[in-house]
């Protein structure tokens, strides 16, 4: 069984974390390993299905609903985009980790546990800006738009992906696919949202440049949730879980699956390595049936 587990943590406005959970059930004398279905650890920051709540922009760019753009054609719509060139300024939208449209809970996930930020983009051709001039990144020598976070909370925005993301020539004839890798290594943060940013030059009176935005989400490994190799011998039961490279876990053990009793939190200590198998052992496994969850942190 896997589910999504919250954790609330008060603070100026209620953070929730959403956590992959891996459920595990373990008869403790001649233990079976249990087969679980693989998870894909996937956050959806936005479909918009009837809303375009978690994004919002200065100006000079301007958000909007449009019910009649939809990629997935389920009878939903997209965010449309539109950028003020008239004077030079800063391309910036912010896409909130939002729980819940109106309700103020913002969601705080851990970068490590994803590999890539993705959507689908559909240019609007009535643009007076080309396509080609909207994907230069002004003044900074490098082309595309920059995908960030902003880890301090300062304004200032930290690169996520290994490049920043051109919008193709195909999008002027439809909608496109793009997969933005995130680069591990330029930082471990934990964050409540992604930040679309680039410079542009003043192009004229009137000149303007938009696009269509759906589908928006933030996409991690897919793992096989499977417990193996597992032992039991003189009250120590043991298994091994898959992890996530740069992840911590906390174990819990129930026998009755509605009272649980914490095991380890932050385990292991500066996160797993790789993306590979952890091993964890109940030191207190007395026999009888019980019940383990393990999730994140």
Not at 144 to 153: A, H, L, R, S, T
Not at 155 to 183: E, K, L, M
Not at 226 to 251: L, W
Request: charged share 10%; net charge negative; glycine share 10%.
């Amino acid at each position: 069984m896997i589910g999504n587990l919250r954790k609330l943590m008060p603070i100026k406005t209620v953070i929730v974390k959403r956590f992959p959970a891996l459920f595990l059930a373990a008869v403790l004398s001649g233990m079976t390993p249990p087969a679980l279905r693989a998870q894909l650890a996937v956050w959806t920051t936005q479909t918009f299905d009837g809303n375009i709540c978690g994004l919002y922009s200065p100006g000079p760019v301007t958000l909007a609903y449009d019910p009649a753009q939809d990629n997935t054609g389920d009878g939903g719509g997209s965010c449309h985009l539109s950028t003020d060139y008239s004077q030079s300024g800063l391309f910036q939208v912010t896409a909130d980790n939002v729980a819940c449209c109106g309700c103020d809970v913002v969601v705080a996930l851990q970068l490590s546990n994803y590999n890539s930020v993705e959507f689908d983009v559909k240019w609007d051709n009535s643009s007076t800006v080309p396509l080609s001039d909207f994907n230069t990144n002004y003044g900074t020598g490098a082309e595309g738009i920059v995908i960030g976070i902003n880890p301090k909370d300062d304004g200032a925005v930290s690169s996520i992906c290994y490049s920043n993301i051109i919008i193709p020539d195909a999008a002027t004839n439809g909608w496109v696919h793009i997969s933005a890798a995130i680069n591990h290594a330029v930082t471990n943060s934990y964050f409540t949202g992604i930040i679309f940013q680039k410079a542009f030059p003043a192009y004229g009176a009137s000149s303007a440049a938009a696009f269509w935005l759906d589908n928006l989400k933030i996409v991690g490994p897919t793992i096989t949730l499977a417990a193996s190799q597992t032992t039991y011998q003189g009250g120590n039961f043991t298994f091994n879980f898959p992890a996530i490279e740069g992840a911590t876990y906390t174990v819990l053990k129930s026998t009755n699956l509605v009272n649980w009793t914490n095991l380890v939190t932050g385990y292991p200590s500066g996160g797993a390595a790789t993306n590979s198998t952890l091993g964890f052992t109940d030191t207190n496994a007395n026999g009888g049936h019980a019940y383990y969850r393990i999730r994140t942190p």
